[in-house]
């Protein structure tokens, strides 16, 4: 790890300011791949600005239809929270499947999000629950927010404060794991609400992405029988030594099917 | 059952340091003056080195040194040597090329120590490493073991990077048998390289002492006393009496520990070079994976020749075995010796013939992990033998059975050289089948099949040499050390019992074992034994822990020591009870005058020995013995695992969904430490065939370089084991004990693949990745559906 200046301010503002103030500055959220990152000496950061002082990116409430997470909140908390599991289960349940126990008291929805991990579960349930990414300028939508490989929207000085999830009917997280990571090979988080049906896929290709036919097959008939016949195509999927991107289009119809049986209940 | 002596289920004594965070490695003890020492190792896998600018990073904070392989070489530093001459089919000795700490000139694998770095803290070691400037000319790397003999020159000592062409077994016997047979099974197989991801790191402090003109080396190695004769004897030119080298808590080493390393040695000339400074090396987790020796990786063409009714008539493997860049301290016996010496399996297979071409590659040295030849050896007998039942349309149980060394063959001269001085096959087998309930596999497979599942069956009939090894057998086949094992057992004036032995613990419970062992020979309470190990200061000689040594031969030297102690005791004994020495026996810790109720403890046989008062004439005071033990053989485990699974046909996942394992380790000395060591192989073993292998890309790059990419299995990948035992005793050892440590890790692949590949009705390769077994379960389904 190189030296680097540490800052721990207690306000969304003087985080802000400390971001802007050095080109070279990074946050600091749980710290699961920033620091990770550093002790490989593959990020030198000149200052890491640590946002855990500051409480009003922490927690989960109610708002109207939908639930408002915290950047800060970490996966075990939105694991063991009252409301998400009573109102979003399946976003309870993929917090609960991130990581490991120690990886998911640290590591926070802000930090996931904002990193853009092609393997990261908190992606699909960001576009296939259709939320809002609400950051210290503007409100991001989920279709605009993931990018590319580790790219979202956010721009320099930018930094996400919450994101709020509006309440589905019925929703599901299908994960099929990475042997060795226990990431996402592929992540289908499949969602009815009142206006339709999203489907939000991670792993699968370089950014979360939806699949509208299937979204649209599935608003026709929520079953899985409706996604029978609609062929994933491998063309810009992720490819490495443990699925290649055929297989990986083959898991994205395997776990979307999974995720509407787990959905009907 | 006892509750501490021999066959007792006794707690790890040594647990409670473990679990709770008390243990002492290397990398907690702390030396005053300590300086760190940071390695600067080559990203890429083979270029001239052209030049080391080492300018800048002298200059950075905290830098007492930067040295590079020229200043090993004016001090006259040695190769690191590998200890094993194998002798070619030519009766040439294997190609040589020297392995310098730090290269000269060139560089053959990412990780290769090109420089080192020592400074004041970790963290200015690490800054200042990256400030040294090499100049690489690129070469082409090689790295496909199959293309290795056609691809760029590693060493000019080794044309065609071939390191050796060997052979074993009697050819013209093997083509004769092949001539007459009436079915051949021929088999393709590649059995994957792995990393050994010990969960401690390895770890070295060098300290050199100016006063007393000496050395203080600790390491995290299996084998404290060997590699001290290899640093001394070979590479630093040390005299051995002023070097002590400590191996403290060890966490695993799986072999990897074994071998004299590059760092520890480096670590030791440069606290002489720097005045006594000690110097400390601990290896990050992604160093581990780059440099400690990798351990399999072959590439192997076998054929199985049958009579009509599926007697074996022969067999014949043909193996390239790669070996890495440079020879590790005992790279060339793992594929030869420890390989094909084992190809006769359980079987009574009258003919056995054996090539095996060494090959250098640009991918780190590859040396012995957990098995060492062995897995190998049985993947390749116990994959054909499967796929020779499925050609005959037989059961696989009862081919095994029909070509299974019989009990009256026993000592059984196999076609590969091993004498193999007893076993018991046939009832192993059947406990095997018993527990799994063989009978009702159709069932279940039909069920699984009613859920959309392909179940698969697959048996390992393995067997192993273990205890190694007899000294003149291993010397005849090249061997540079002997292989016997010391031990020396004190009493202390109060009673107490102090057991110094050259065998190394580093997971295997040794401390527990052995005091049962003791307690058991002196009738001495097992919590008043203690035993020593892992310190050439203080323990008299010794070889180590590899090759399911450490009963068979360390116990061994337990027991003559305790004889001896017995012996003696016996002389005051027979002084203080006024009898003849010819009447004493000794039993339970009582030393009795045969045919009266006269007795004396053994604790007050050591009072007087110590306090010698009132004592024989002619007998020397204390109490306090050492012996050595050489093995009169290997020792023969062999067991029946049988592993089930079910594939999801949807995505490629394989449950495995019962295990059985019924193993003959002889006698043992504790159940549950044995169950804990064949859990723990199997889980290695299923790792291999289902999750790990070290992969590299075709630049020579290792794609599988952190936890990210390499697979290690886990608890959530495993059924329960399910474990039974067997017994027949070792026939030429005082114990009879055989050894467990390697066993799992021996059965399991194979096991493991005869159950996919049964699941998949298609052969393939390990690891059995989810992809692979999807592509083949798709097909199969397909077929099916046609
Ligand atoms: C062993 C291990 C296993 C893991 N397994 C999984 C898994 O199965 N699934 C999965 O999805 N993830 C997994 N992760 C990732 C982990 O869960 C975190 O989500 C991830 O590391 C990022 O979150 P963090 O809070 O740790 O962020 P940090 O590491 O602190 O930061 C990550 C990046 O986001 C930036 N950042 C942080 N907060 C904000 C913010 N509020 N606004 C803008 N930018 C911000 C930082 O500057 C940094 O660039 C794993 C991590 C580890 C170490």
Known sequence: ??????????????????????????????????LPTMKQRLAMPSDLIDLSGIAELRGVCEDGDAVVVGAMTTHAEVAANEIVRSKIPALAKLADGIGDPQ???????????????????????????????????????ADDFFVGLFETALEPGELVVSVRFPVPEAAAYAKFDHPASRYAIVGVMVARTGGGVRVGITGAAPSAFRQTEMEQALAGNFAPDALDGISVSADGLNGDIHASAEYRAHLVGVMAKRAVIAARG | ????????????????????????????????????????????????????????????????????????????????????????????????????????????????????????????????????????EDLDPVVDLAQAGEGAQLHDEAPGNLCYDWELGDKAAVDAAFEQAAHVTKL????????????????????????SDSYTIY?????????????????????EHKVRVVAPDVGGGFGSKIYAYAEETVCTWASKKLNGKPVKWTAERSESFLSDAHGRDHVTHAELAMDAEGKFLALKVDTKANLGAYLSSFATAVPTYLYATLLAGQYATPAVHCNVRG???????????????????????????????????????????????????????????????????EPTLDKALEMIGY???????????????????????????????????????????????????????????????????????????????????LGVPYEQIDIVHGDTGQIPMGMGTYGSRSLAVGGSAIVKACDKIVEKGKKIAAHLMEASVDDIEFDGGQFKVAGTDKAKGIGEIAFTAYVPHNYPEGVEPGLDETAFYDPLNFTYPAGVHIAEVEVDPDTGETKIVDWVAVDDFGKVLNPMIVEGQVHGGIAQGVGQALLESAV??????????????????????????????????????????????????????????????DALGAEIDMPATREKVWRHAQAKLKAAAE
């Open chain 2, 359 to 425: 090959y250098f590659t640009s991918t780190a040295p590859v040396d012995a992990y957990r098995g060492a030849g062995r897995p190998e050896a049985t993947y390749v007998i116990e994959r054909i033998v499967e796929v020779a039942a499925r050609d005959m349309k037989m059961d696989p149980a009862e081919l095994r059975r029909k070509n299974f060394i019989q009990p009256d063959q026993f000592p059984y001269q196999t076609p590969v050289a091993l004498v193999y001085d007893i076993g018991d096959y």
């Open chain 2, 696 to 757: 590299y890309d075709d630049s020579g790059q290792l794609v599988t370089g952190s936890y990210m990419d390499y697979t290690m299995p886990r608890a959530d990948d495993f059924c329960e084991f399910r474990v039974g035992m067997t017994v027949s005793e070792c026939t030429h050892n005082p114990l009879g004990v055989k050894g467990c440590g390697e066993a799992g890790a021996i059965a399991a692949p194979a096991a493991l693949m005869n159950a996919i590949t």
């Open chain 2, 219 to 239: 390491s995290t190695s299996q084998n404290p006393h060997l590699l001290r004769l290899i640093l001394c004897a070979f590479v630093l030119n040390l005299p």
């Open chain 1, 1 to 34: 790890m190189y030296a680097f200046n540490y800052h721990r301010p207690n306000s969304l503002d003087a985080a802000a300011q400390a971001l802007a103030a050095n080109e070279d500055a990074k946050l600091l959220a749980g710290g699961q791949t920033m």
């Open chain 1, 103 to 141: 990886v998911r008291n640290r590591g926070t929805l802000g930090g996931s999000i904002a990193n853009a991990d092609p393997a990261a579960d908190y992606p699909a349930a960001v576009v296939g629950l259709g939320a809002t990414v609400k950051t210290n300028k503007r409100e991001i939508a």
């Open chain 2, 439 to 521: 009978r009702d596999f159709a069932q279940r497979r039909a069920e699984s099949e009613a859920r959309g599942k392909l179940r698969g069956i697959g048996f390992s009939a393995y067997i192993e040499a273990c205890g190694i090894a007899p000294s003149a057998v291993v010397g005849s086949l090249g061997a540079g050390v002997g292989l016997w094992e010391s031990a020396q057992v004190r009493f202390n004036p109060t009673g107490s019992v102090s057991v110094f032995t050259g065998a190394h613990s580093h997971g295997q419970g040794h401390e527990t074992t052995f005091a049962q062992l003791v307690s058991e020979k």
């Open chain 2, 188 to 211: 393709d197989l590649v059995n994957n390289r792995l990393i050994p991801n010990a969960m401690e790191p390895r770890a070295a402090i060098g300290e050199y002492d100016v006063g």
């Open chain 2, 1 to 136: 059952m006892p509750d501490s002596g021999i066959g007792a289920a006794v707690k790890r004594r040594e647990d409670f340091r473990f679990i709770t965070g008390r243990g002492r490695y290397v990398d907690d003890i702390n030396r005053p003056g300590q300086l760190y020492a940071s390695f600067v190792r080559a990203p890429i896998a083979h270029a001239n080195v052209r030049g080391i600018d080492t300018a800048e990073a002298e200059k950075a904070p905290g830098v007492v040194a930067v040295f590079t392989g020229e200043d090993l070489e004016a001090d006259g530093v040695g190769s690191l040597p590998c200890g094993w001459v194998v002798t070619d089919k030519h009766g040439e000795p294997h190609k040589a090329p020297p392995h310098w700490p730090l290269v000269r000139g060139k560089v053959r694998y990412v990780g290769d120590h090109v420089a080192v770095v020592i400074a004041e803290t970790l963290a200015q070691a690490r800054d200042a490493a990256e400030l040294v400037e090499v100049d690489y």
